[in-house]
């Protein structure tokens, strides 16, 4: 699929909307501004990389996103469905069925095996435990730790951790993945091991990935950027454009 | 056009849920002892509380009928040979429905209509239970209190208003007195009271009556030994002086005074000198040792009574005939009398059941006090090992887990571990209150030690423990998944 057709396509379907998001912390009767009114659109199937310095709402606006965290005013839309009027049960479904979580401490459930950590949103979805297991297999295999399914996370490195933890974000084969800076516990080589595999993921599979993230390897293989910057949206630019821009980006971080 | 259609999640199976938390015990085996060990003292140390309150109940009660069988011929011979004084009237009037023969002997010594006798009865008992109190009290105390007026005489003092309304006064200034009941149902007693006083005035006067009747009969022979004998001339003089007693009963009690007039005169013989050398040596005494109740106990033995009577043939200056059997009997009823005068000492605090589960209120307070220490740890314990898995809790979340399924899961965690230790903790609680019960009763206890209520005691304990571990368990763990995940994670 060329470049260009792809984009095209994406740009028919926007999976994720948000309209005037804003998100205020009080604290000790202290605002703190975290969002100032954020209007943006992520297109189905691309890889979208959100960026901008510590303490820019970067984090806010990509938990907002996930339906992690609940916006003070706007909207969240999920394939035009509002997030805010979901109730608890449907928003267990939505984190259970939509979307899969990828963050940068793992996360992984300490007192299961890879595979059970695997297969339990499965279980959550209700799949049956010999299809739970086949599917979990498979997916281990696909992010390459097939032979290692019956370790504990204590007993594997970082890498193979994160590794664990995009199988099991896939389990229940969501349309979204949401990654909180994957590569950012991670050596070089493993981190570039990570990105090969959302690529993947994102090629082959055509799920949608969004990424928070301070690394600029992934600048080579997004579809497009987002920088934010103090509570609102700085700019958003596609790669082609960036690359030229690559000097100044580095001069900013 | 909306991209996905909103289902409902489908809720887990309780097995699911179940693998999901046992493996999670599992990993933390440690912390979940702990909380066991918790749960397991509370547990233990309320059921022993408990039991061991039952059994000595249990104890009191069986061992006071069969003392009082013991003590018949006793009871018997002061009856008709003691003067008495209007306190131990006032005593055995207000005990006089244990046997119907004797109440119907006081509404004759008393004069009184049969129909009155419960109501005087019931003063009597309450008269008795306000005496023991002021007799409970210091002697300052009682003597500001009452006078210096002792027994019965008390009532007939504060039955006069103006020493009443004195008295009343005088208890509020000390803070340490607490009268038990209303001030309404003291001024009823003292009001009731002149009337019981004459029925027991009445009751004393014939009764002793009867008795000096019937001391001329008694200056050659001792009481029990003409009860021992048993002949129908002593029968009749003692109803025509007035006592009740029907010839059956009067067979029994003749045939319990013949062994026990016999036993009067073996514990003489005991302390023959050429007997007195014999028994040292045979059972490895020395002379300054000596006990009646000692010999008595090691008596008990077929050989041992058959080597006295030996002894008692060769060397008794007056002698009885008696059978070998006959001296085991006694040394036997002799030796279950002090164990059973001693049990029911010991179980003397028993009869305060004024508490929770006929526990005294010392105990009842000392229990609650205790549960609420325990309930305390027990939550505490749940919270810590909620508040250390936020972070699992918020994954759980992200993965799709419904706040149910995450409040099921901990609950049902805190559940099992009230189990084991409810299970437990019966176990060593009933385990501890039997063994203090044999070390206190020995044989009384055993034959008839309360195993059905123990039974039942230990089911409601460990249903109980789990109950509670799981009510504990519901408030943080609902808070915990109640939060959004991401700020579950943030709290860590």
Request: net charge negative; with cysteine.
């Amino acid at each position: 699929m060329g470049q260009e057709a792809r984009e095209s396509q994406s740009l028919e379907r926007v999976i994720i909307r948000t309209v005037n998001l804003r998100k205020v912390y009080t604290q000790k009767k202290v605002e703190t501004i975290a969002l100032a009114g954020v209007d943006s659109e992520i297109y189905q199937g691309e890889f979208l990389s959100i960026m901008g310095p510590s303490g820019s709402g970067k984090s806010t606006f990509f938990n907002m996103i996930g339906g992690l965290d609940s916006p003070t005013s706007g909207r969240v839309m999920i394939d035009e469905v509002d997030v805010a009027q979901l109730t608890a049960i449907e928003l267990a479904f939505l984190r259970c069925r939509k979307i899969g979580y990828i963050f940068q401490q793992y996360n992984l459930i300490q007192y299961m095996t890879a595979l059970e950590n695997v297969t339990t949103p499965m279980t959550f979805a209700g799949l049956a435990p010999d299809e739970a297991r086949n599917r979990g297999m498979e997916l281990l295999e696909l992010v390459g730790l097939g032979e290692r399914w019956a370790h504990r996370p204590i007993e594997m490195s970082g890498g193979q951790q994160q590794r664990v933890a995009i199988a099991r974000s896939m389990a229940n084969l969501p349309s979204v993945l949401l990654c909180d800076e994957p590569t950012a516990n991670l050596d070089f080589q493993t981190g570039q091991e990570i990105l090969d595999i959302l690529k993947g993921l994102n090629q082959e599979r055509g799920v949608t990935i969004i990424c928070a993230t301070h690394d600029h390897r992934m600048l080579d293989i997004c579809d497009r950027l987002i920088w934010i910057r103090d509570g609102s949206i700085d700019r958003i630019a596609r790669r082609d454009e960036v690359e030229i821009n690559l000097g100044s980006v580095g001069g900013e971080g | 056009m909306p991209g996905f259609e909103l289902r409902e999640q489908p809720k887990m199976g309780l097995t699911k849920l179940f693998d999901l938390t046992w493996t999670a015990i599992r990993y933390r085996l440690f912390r979940a002892l702990m909380t066991v060990l918790v749960i397991t003292v509370a547990v233990a140390f309320a059921v022993n509380l408990l039991l061991s309150g039952l059994n000595s109940r249990i104890v009191r009660n069986n061992t006071e009928t069969e003392l009082f069988e013991l003590k018949t011929v006793s009871r018997w011979t002061s009856r008709i040979s003691q003067t008495v004084d209007k306190d131990v009237v006032l005593r055995e009037f207000a005990k006089s429905d244990l046997e119907e023969a004797r109440a119907e002997e006081f509404i004759q010594f008393g004069l009184i209509s049969p129909d009155e006798y419960p109501k005087l009865r019931q003063v009597a008992q309450e008269a008795l239970a306000f005496i023991d109190f002021l007799n409970s009290l210091e002697y300052k105390e009682r003597r500001e209190l009452a006078g210096p007026v002792v027994g019965a005489s008390i009532l007939d003092h504060l039955a006069i208003p103006e020493n009443r309304l004195k008295f009343l006064d005088t208890v509020g200034k000390f803070p340490t007195v607490r009268m038990e009941g209303s001030e309404e149902k003291f001024a009823a007693l003292c009001q009731r009271w002149p009337e019981t006083s004459r029925a027991i005035d009445a009751i004393k006067e014939n009764w002793n009556a009867s008795i000096a009747r019937l001391l001329p009969l008694f200056v050659r022979q001792a009481p029990v030994e003409k009860l021992a004998e048993g002949s129908r001339e002593f029968l009749d003089a003692i109803r025509k002086a007035g006592f009740l007693i029907d010839d059956l009963e009067f067979q029994r009690v003749s045939d319990l005074a013949k062994m026990e007039w016999l036993g009067i005169h073996l514990e003489a013989s005991f302390a023959e000198p050429a007997l007195k050398q014999a028994l040292s040596r045979r059972l490895n005494m020395l002379p300054f040792e000596f006990e009646a109740d000692r010999v008595w106990k090691r008596l008990q033995s077929a050989s041992s009574a058959e080597w006295y009577r030996a002894r008692y043939l060769e060397h008794a200056r007056e002698r009885m005939d008696w059978e070998a059997e006959d001296l085991q009997e006694i040394a036997q009823r002799r030796v279950r009398e002090s164990r059973l005068q001693a049990a029911v000492n010991a179980t003397s605090d028993a009869e305060d059941s004024a508490g929770l589960f006929g526990l005294s209120i010392k105990m009842s307070v000392l229990l609650i006090v205790s549960l609420m220490v325990c309930g305390v740890g027990i939550t505490n314990a749940l919270l810590m090992s909620v508040t250390e898995r936020y972070r699992e809790i918020a994954t759980l979340k992200c993965l799709g887990a419904l706040d149910i399924s995450i409040l099921w899961i901990f609950v049902m965690e805190a559940s099992l571990q009230g189990v084991v230790g409810g299970i437990v903790g019966s176990l060593i609680g009933g385990l501890t209150s039997f063994a203090m019960a044999l070390l206190s009763f020995g044989s009384i206890f055993l034959q008839d030690a309360p195993l059905l209520s123990m039974l039942q005691v230990f089911i409601v304990a460990t249903i109980g423990g789990a109950f509670l571990a799981g009510a504990a368990a519901i408030y943080p763990s609902w808070k915990a998944a109640r939060l959004a995940p991401l700020e579950a994670m943030r709290i860590e």
